[in-house]
């Protein structure tokens, strides 16, 4: 049975969850930072090197994490 359309829903029919998202890749490195004493450092910074690849059309639940429509 195919998929229903994103626009079809207003939650997810098998947890009833609110939330949904797709999966989008990317490129780039990271550059963590981290402190010698075992603190927390600043990575504010940490994905400014990362580009944004293609968006997949699958919509996942956010909260069962099952497929539930596709992109209209």
Do not use: W
Request: aromatic share 10%; charged share 30%.
């Amino acid at each position: 049975m195919p998929l229903p359309k994103l626009s079809t829903l207003e939650e997810c029919p098998h947890c009833g969850c609110d939330e949904f998202y797709q999966k989008q890749s990317v490129k780039g490195f990271i550059y963590p930072r981290r402190r010698f004493d075992g603190g927390e450092a600043d990575n504010h910074h940490l994905y400014e090197h990362m580009g944004l690849g293609k968006m997949q059309k699958t919509i996942y639940c956010g909260g069962c994490q099952k497929k539930i429509a596709i992109e209209d």
